[in-house]
């Protein structure tokens, strides 16, 4: 619970849960948890996601302890910053509403959320109708919708319909944005509302949308006439750009055709065939030439998350941020490295922001030769970079191109960031005109 300052009269100054005093909190039994497929077992993964109903109002009754001492009854309005797929604070506060409008006495209570992005599918089924106002959760509707008498539901959509009108244009509900809005209070709390990293300026992971410009342009003729080969192929991310390795180990993109190509962040080729050998970390980094280590130095480090929506490039804040607001992870481990929260700064915690170390051994990944007979100038994309072998350690690391390893979340408890295997990406946008090339640059 974050406590403010800024008001002496503060109403939950008196709260016990701020002098200390929270709990114990009921542990919620498996049969009381959330299933959505009740002919199955509630999964292990999505157990640890719960803490329970039960355990939810016991909480919100734990914060109101000391505050509403007068014996009066007060509206209590429930914001939920960081929903996840089970809607457990309001499915909690539809109980607790249940009880008022049962017996006319008591608190009453009102809830809404603030929803992370638009990807986050399973969160928009919770109810459609936030929309600059608190609302009705879709729990509360659903345990009247088979009642003969719908008095006391529409009692309470009149009281939330009236509220709203009365503050409209003082309530807001906002979706997150990719930075923290300019205010007149500290970054981390606008973070926190938005439920983003709390990135500052000088200390921002790459921006994968902006357009950059190459450290040289040639015309293909140009390029055919000056630029010896090593290899050539069709670049993932867009096969109409060809992708160019020089005798000097310099990375080329062309646009051999009559029009002129936006090429958009994305897989430019992959490294070949390749198996991980666990090496110690001082000899990971001295090898890197011809086995690429897994190695995160910092939560700014682009990796590129693997799943059912495809692959999406992400620094490692970005990456945790995204797992806990849209799949309610609750601990999350990064294979093979220590993760910490970074510490306090000015008295606030950075909100999503780690310190990222690798233990004493890490995975290598060492590239096999291409395959006998490859055509070196029509190589697949996935091979292309296996020409490389012993020079990995001269591919561009720009905010231009980048090597970046892929990875996937394991579900367990804790759940895992694991490395799949390393890829070489564009991580901006280009414009290469009709029948030119450029270069990428190498830092």
């Not at 100054?13 to 701020?18: G, K, N, R, T």
């Not at 999503?352 to 233990?359: E, H, S, T």
């Not at 072998?389 to 905010?399: A, E, G, R, V």
């Amino acid at each position: 619970m974050a406590a403010s300052p800024i008001h002496k009269n503060w109403a939950f100054a008196p709260s016990a849960a701020l002098l200390g005093s929270l709990g114990p909190i009921s542990r919620s039994r498996v049969c009381d948890l959330v299933n959505n497929d009740p002919d199955r077992p509630l999964p292990a993964p999505l157990r640890v996601q719960q803490r329970g109903i039960q355990g939810c109002q016991e909480i919100i009754k734990g914060i109101l302890d000391g505050v509403a001492s007068d014996g009066a009854n007060k509206k209590i309005f429930v914001v939920d910053m960081l929903p996840n797929r089970f809607n457990e604070w309001g499915r909690s506060i539809a109980e607790l509403q249940k009880e008022q409008l049962r017996t006319n006495q008591g608190h009453e209570y009102f809830f809404t959320a603030y929803y992370c992005d638009e990807e986050s599918k399973e969160l928009q089924s919770l109810g459609s109708e936030i929309a600059g106002g608190f609302m009705i959760p879709s729990a509360v509707v659903d345990a009247f919708k088979n009642a003969s008498d719908t008095s006391n539901l529409n009692a309470l959509k009149e009281k939330v319909n009236t509220f709203n009108k009365k503050y409209e244009g003082a309530l807001e509900v906002r979706p997150s944005q990719s930075e923290p809005e300019t205010t007149s209070t500290p970054a981390e709390a606008s973070a926190r509302t938005l439920c983003t990293p709390s990135f500052k300026d000088g200390d921002r992971p790459i921006d994968i949308e902006q357009t950059r410009m190459p450290s040289e342009v040639l015309s293909i003729e140009q390029f055919e006439s000056r630029i010896e080969l090593l290899a050539k192929g069709a670049a993932t991310c867009d096969p109409k750009i060809q992708v160019c390795v020089t005798r000097g180990h310099e990375i080329w993109l062309q646009n051999t055709t009559d029009t002129d190509r936006e090429v958009k962040a994305g897989e430019l080729f992959g490294l070949g065939l390749a198996n991980a050998t666990e090496t110690p970390i001082g000899l990971a980094r001295s090898v890197a030439a011809k086995a690429i280590p897994w190695i995160v130095d910092d939560d700014l480090q682009i990796l590129v998350m693997c799943g059912s929506n495809g692959k999406r490039p992400m620094s490692l804040a970005d990456l945790v941020c995204h797992v806990t607001r849209t799949s309610g992870v609750t601990s999350l481990n990064l294979v093979e490295h220590e993760m910490t929260q970074k510490p306090e700064e000015n008295g606030t915690a950075p909100v999503f922001r780690y310190n990222a170390k690798p233990k004493p051994k890490v995975s290598t990944v060492e590239p096999s030769d291409p395959p006998t007979n490859t055509d070196f100038m029509a190589m697949r994309s996935t091979w292309l970079g296996s020409v490389l072998k012993n020079n990995f350690t001269k591919l561009p690391k720009s905010n231009m191109a980048s090597t970046l390893w892929e990875v996937k979340i394991e579900s367990g408890v804790p759940s895992k960031i694991m490395a799949l295997k390393p890829k070489f990406w564009l991580v901006c946008r280009l414009s290469i005109a009709a029948k030119h090339a450029v270069k990428l640059s190498v830092n």
